[in-house]
T-cell receptor, first 110, second 117 residues
Framework: TQLLEQSPQFLSIQEGENLTVYCNSSSVFSSLQWYRQEPGEGPVLLVTVVTGGEVKKLKRLTFQFGDARKDSSLHITAAQTGDTGLYLC??????????FGAGTTVTVRA | NAGVMQNPRHLVRRRGQEARLRCSPMKGHSHVYWYRQLPEEGLKFMVY????????ESGMPKERFSAEFPKEGPSILRIQQVVRGDSAAYFC???????????????FGDGTRLSIL
């Protein structure tokens, strides 16, 4: 079983501030996905990173895949209340058998 | 909404009863995956199916749990003789084609919340 650890578990910030959440593992992954999940809904895919060192930007969100493909980070610039949610990272060596972290609950206060 | 559809959204069963969870994949998707999410835990892979075939069921308990994806109709996750520990959110995902590489992302439904009394 490949274990993905996410930190912090909870994060509460003021609107306009920046935040970073981390996803770490001792295992190498062929790809890593970030999802956002709202209460009562399913995870929604934000991005997939596949190359060590890769950086992808999605508006105010920046995703980075570690050089060794064992870790990743998600950075949000100038957070908005709409960014509130559970952020999940998921990786797999077999691409279908995704291993999920427990998630980081982000709360952005107005 | 042409997304992954799961029903029911909420299901309550008494211990010993059977639970049937349904998943209709996105239009054109023939690959289905089931995951289980316990409170404050990550989603755990259960089973991967293609039409009429179980490809990998290594994450599914050997007893009481079964899954199918018939030629016609939705995928079904079946739990027999449910116990309290089966209470969880069960999510289904689908992909367009063989799940190799980043161009075949898994799209998730909104899940079925199963509660065992």
């Amino acid at each position: 079983t490949q274990l993905l650890e996410q930190s912090p578990q909870f994060l509460s910030i003021q609107e306009g501030e920046n935040l970073t959440v981390y996803c770490n593992s001792s295992s190498v992954f062929s790809s890593l996905q970030w999802y956002r999940q709202e209460p009562g809904e399913g995870p929604v895919l934000l991005v997939t990173v596949v190359t060590g060192g890769e950086v992808k930007k999605l508006k105010r969100l920046t995703f980075q895949f570690g050089d060794a493909r064992k870790d990743s980070s998600l950075h949000i610039t100038a957070a908005q209340t709409g960014d509130t949610g559970l952020y999940l990272c998921a990786g797999g060596s077999n691409d279908y058998k995704l291993s999920f972290g427990a998630g980081t609950t982000v709360t952005v206060r107005a | 909404n042409a997304g992954v559809m799961q029903n029911p959204r909420h299901l309550v069963r008494r211990r010993g009863q059977e639970a049937r969870l349904r998943c209709s994949p996105m239009k054109g998707h023939s690959h289905v995956y089931w995951y289980r999410q316990l409170p404050e835990e990550g989603l755990k892979f259960m089973v991967y199916l293609q039409k009429e075939n179980i490809i990998d069921e290594s994450g599914m308990p050997k007893e009481r749990f079964s899954a199918e994806f018939p030629k016609e109709g939705p995928s079904i996750l079946r739990i027999q003789q449910v116990v309290r520990g089966d209470s969880a959110a069960y999510f289904c995902a689908s992909s367009l084609g063989p799940p190799r590489g980043p161009n075949q992302p898994q799209h998730f439904g909104d899940g079925t919340r199963l509660s065992i009394l």
